[in-house]
Every structure is written in C-alpha cells, then in structure tokens.
Antibody, heavy 118, light 107 residues
C-alpha cells in the first residue's frame, strides 16, 4: 500500500523551531520529486517547497524562503522540513506529497498540525 | 505570482445535478493545471491533471477543460460522495499556486 505519514507537528512559540518528517512506503521514493504543502485553519491550500529526486534542486514559496528548509534521505525513504523563526502565520496543517505525475501532487499524507502561539 | 480565482465560492446542488466549477488565471498559463478534491478532515485528492486528464481511479463523471486563462471542472451527475471542496492548481510557473476553492454543498 502506498503511504505517506507525517510527524513532528506540535505547539511552538513564535521564533521557535520545529522539524517535520514524512516517511513513505509503497513506491520508490528516490525516483520522484517531493513537496510540502500547508493549509491554515479554515483556509485553502498553499504549496510551500519541493525537492528534486536527488536533493540537488529545491524551490520555496517566498513567504518561507530562508526560514524553512526542505531535505530528504533516500536511504530512509524520508522527507523533512526544518522550520526556524516560526511565525503565527505559519500555523497550519502541513502535508507531504509526491509527484509521481510530474508537476502535480498525486498523493498526499494525512498531515501534521503546527501551531505557533505564545 | 499567478493568481487563480475560483468561482463560485459555493455551489448548492442536489445529487444527480451537473456541477460546473470555474478557475481563472491572472495570466495565460500552459496546460499545467490540475483539480483536487478535499473532504472535511481529509487530505486533498488529485482528480484532473494537465487540464483534462483524469488521475488513477477517478470516475468518468469528472472532466476538465479549458485553455489560456479559463478552465472548468465539470461533474456530470453529482453523487453523494462528491460534496466537498475543489481546488484548482497551476504548475506552469513558480511558485505553484492554488485557487481559493469552491465548496459544492447539498441543496
């Protein structure tokens, strides 16, 4: 069964840090681009960052550039999002997604909630 | 940044009716446009990619069309499980962006 499972979310104070993980199974992780997206409470979807199969290319939405860092470990079938200097507006459910169909998010995890609040 | 504007915000229909959802881009985009369905408390699901291609296991009642700046998702006959929020998404230009969503609710 194809699965993506996020973990690492929680409550963090403004300015704090958090590291999200996404562990995948059921497909060859190292063959595909991977992404993080997010959804603020009651709001729409936002693409945050993506990373090439070998980790050599990364793209970010402007609002997170320099604060959030995407990475991957193909040996561990895992995707990561290091989140630093967190702000209240980063509060959201964070999803990992795979692009087995190039340029699209064809399968998503169930998400992990990050709450930035004092 | 390419802004995607979806209309209407809410569509109130009965099972068996036809649903037509619109997505308008702020500039001409290539064929890299997708539609996703999201049910309450669940992750999004890819329905349509490259404007008109159905993703795996997506029923034939879902279809996509359009070009340039105007795109449409059509659900030919609504089933009870189709009541959800639908998002369009472009991957023509960085950053990839989503529309704000159209909620299809039971009338």
């Amino acid at each position: 069964e194809v699965q993506l499972v996020e973990s690492g979310g929680g409550l963090v104070q403004p300015g704090g840090s958090l590291r999200l993980s996404c562990t995948v199974s059921g497909f060859t992780f190292s063959k595909y681009w991977m992404s993080w997206g997010r959804q603020a409470p009651g709001k729409g979807l936002e693409w945050v960052a993506n990373i090439k199969e070998d980790g050599s290319t990364k793209n970010y939405v402007d609002s997170v550039e320099g604060r959030l860092t995407i990475s991957r470990d193909n040996d561990k079938n895992s995707l990561y999002l290091q989140m630093n200097s967190l702000r209240a507006e980063d509060t959201a459910v964070y999803y990992c997604a795979v692009s087995r169909i190039a340029y699209y998010f064809d399968l998503w995890g169930r998400g992990t909630l990050v709450t930035v609040s004092s | 940044e390419i802004v995607l504007t979806q209309s209407p915000a809410t569509l109130s229909l009965s099972p068996g009716e036809r649903a037509t959802l619109s997505c308008r881009a702020s500039q001409i985009i290539s064929s890299r446009l997708a539609w996703y369905q999201q049910k309450s408390g669940q992750a999004p699901r890819l329905l349509i990619y490259d404007v008109s291609n159905r993703a795996t296991d997506i029923p034939a009642r879902f279809s996509g069309s359009g070009s340039g700046t105007d795109f449409t998702l059509t659900i030919s006959s609504l089933e009870p499980e189709d009541f959800a929020v639908y998002y369009c998404q472009q991957s023509s230009k960085w950053p990839w962006t989503f529309g704000q969503g159209t909620k299809v609710e039971i009338k």
